[in-house]
């Protein structure tokens, strides 16, 4: 990738993380006083991201091993991961900073149609796992919480919504959703004629990146469902996240139903947050979902923001060091492959 466009990316990503910090209605004294208040547990909830994130390219090398050789060292491929997620979080609409971004960045190595496939799986995969983990956060939900007829009518929606996504994927799975997903890019006032232009200078290289995509789930199953339980475990585990912070401003025990609980407020507060996903970071939707999730569970409204304010933490902490990792070991080995790609997919050379 030219060191021009890597500094675009950069760029408007800071940009929009300077704005969410700006916009961040919390005294500086508050903020402080709730670092302070967490403590060591704080190093703790930013500490486990690397686990995450070492699961998340873990997820990331398996869908590439479904297609063939993997030969990015996998420090280049956290660190691609980690900056990746940074501008998800950073930029509006989510996906359309994050994976061009890593589609770019890979493709010396691997073509750029395994990295738009791999990319594209990656990205499937991480939402596949949230639906099927909102299913289990909403069967737990039964299990141990009261709900009255206002809480049922949510959750009936929640449970068609996370129905209906994983139908709409697993048929993405089987077929393929890229030059479907071009088709409806292309109906969208104001983007017609680039979709039509796209979709007919690309149309073999879009039906290969589909076929590759449909081949993970049809022929090569062992690593469909490794990189599915890797993701769906990397939810679980971020529940720890919500555990640590109960347990430190709840000044509850450590119990499974703490832990029950920690998986809810997590899932209900992703799901929120994920349909509010043209927001940069999410600004007010996650916390709307904290106060949501955690009055509904019997807590005060300032241990919800406490909660939110400790996560915003976390987020500004590891966008602000994907951003940085931007500019870190971005040459390309000579090993590496450096395929003849066509200037409608935006294909760069390496530096």
Same mark, same amino acid.
């Given at each position: 990738?030219?060191?021009?466009?890597?500094?675009? !990316?950069?760029?408007?990503?800071?940009?929009?993380?300077?704005?969410?910090?700006?916009? !961040?209605?919390?005294?500086?004294?508050?903020?402080?006083?709730?670092?302070?208040?967490?403590?060591?547990? #704080?190093?703790?909830?930013?500490?486990?991201?690397?686990?995450?994130?070492?699961?998340?390219?873990?997820?990331?090398?398996? *869908?590439?091993?479904?297609?063939?050789?993997?030969?990015?060292?996998?420090?280049?491929?956290?660190?691609?991961?980690?900056?990746?997620?940074?501008?998800?979080?950073?930029?509006?609409?989510?996906?359309?900073?994050?994976?061009?971004?890593?589609?770019?960045? *890979?493709?010396?190595?691997?073509?750029?149609?395994?990295?738009?496939?791999?990319?594209?799986?990656?990205?499937?995969?991480?939402?596949?796992?949230?639906?099927?983990?909102?299913?289990?956060?909403?069967?737990?939900? #039964?299990?141990?919480?009261?709900?009255?007829?206002?809480?049922?009518?949510?959750?009936?929606?929640?449970?068609?919504?996370? *129905?209906?996504?994983?139908?709409?994927?697993?048929?993405?799975?089987?077929?393929?959703?890229?030059?479907?997903?071009?088709?409806?890019? %292309?109906?969208?006032?104001?983007?017609?004629?680039?979709?039509?232009? !796209?979709? +007919?200078?690309?149309?073999?290289? #879009?039906?290969?990146?589909?076929?590759?995509?449909?081949?993970?789930?049809?022929?090569?199953?062992?690593?469909?469902?490794?990189?599915?339980?890797?993701?769906?475990?990397?939810?679980?585990?971020?529940?720890?996240?919500?555990?640590?912070?109960?347990?430190?401003?709840?000044?509850? +025990?450590?119990?499974?139903?703490?832990?029950?609980?920690?998986?809810?407020?997590?899932?209900?507060?992703?799901?929120?947050?994920?349909?509010?996903?043209?927001?940069?970071?999410?600004?007010?939707?996650?916390?709307?979902?904290?106060?949501?999730?955690?009055?509904?569970?019997?807590?005060?409204?300032?241990?919800?923001?406490?909660?939110?304010?400790?996560?915003?933490?976390?987020?500004?902490?590891?966008? %602000? *060091?994907?951003?940085?990792?931007?500019?870190?070991?971005?040459?390309?080995?000579?090993?590496?492959?450096?395929?003849?790609?066509?200037?409608?997919?935006?294909?760069?050379?390496?530096?």
């Amino acid at each position: 990738m030219k060191s021009s466009t890597r500094n675009i !990316f950069f760029f408007v990503g800071l940009v929009f993380v300077v704005l969410m910090i700006l916009t !961040f209605k919390v005294s500086f004294r508050e903020l402080w006083q709730q670092i302070c208040h967490a403590g060591y547990w #704080l190093v703790a909830i930013i500490g486990m991201w690397v686990p995450l994130y070492i699961m998340n390219t873990f997820t990331w090398r398996t *869908i590439l091993l479904g297609s063939g050789d993997c030969n990015i060292p996998f420090w280049k491929l956290m660190k691609v991961t980690i900056s990746g997620f940074a501008l998800n979080y950073a930029t509006p609409v989510g996906l359309m900073g994050g994976e061009p971004y890593k589609i770019m960045e *890979i493709k010396p190595y691997v073509g750029v149609q395994r990295a738009s496939s791999s990319t594209v799986l990656f990205a499937m995969m991480h939402i596949f796992s949230h639906f099927w983990y909102w299913v289990t956060a909403l069967i737990l939900y #039964l299990l141990f919480l009261p709900v009255n007829f206002l809480m049922g009518i949510l959750l009936s929606i929640v449970a068609v919504f996370c *129905i209906a996504g994983i139908y709409l994927f697993v048929r993405g799975y089987r077929n393929g959703m890229v030059v479907k997903l071009i088709r409806f890019v %292309s109906k969208i006032p104001g983007c017609r004629k680039w979709g039509k232009r !796209f979709a +007919e200078n690309n149309a073999e290289d #879009l039906q290969k990146i589909d076929s590759q995509i449909a081949s993970l789930h049809s022929q090569n199953k062992k690593y469909f469902f490794t990189s599915f339980f890797l993701e769906y475990f990397g939810r679980i585990l971020q529940s720890f996240e919500i555990f640590f912070m109960l347990m430190l401003f709840a000044e509850k +025990e450590a119990s499974v139903m703490l832990f029950v609980y920690s998986l809810i407020i997590l899932a209900f507060t992703s799901l929120f947050a994920n349909l509010l996903f043209f927001i940069p970071l999410q600004i007010g939707g996650r916390e709307g979902g904290f106060m949501m999730v955690v009055s509904n569970l019997g807590m005060t409204i300032q241990v919800s923001m406490s909660i939110s304010i400790i996560c915003r933490v976390r987020e500004i902490f590891w966008t %602000s *060091i994907g951003l940085l990792l931007m500019k870190f070991g971005t040459k390309v080995p000579d090993i590496a492959q450096q395929p003849k790609v066509s200037d409608d997919i935006n294909a760069v050379d390496s530096d």
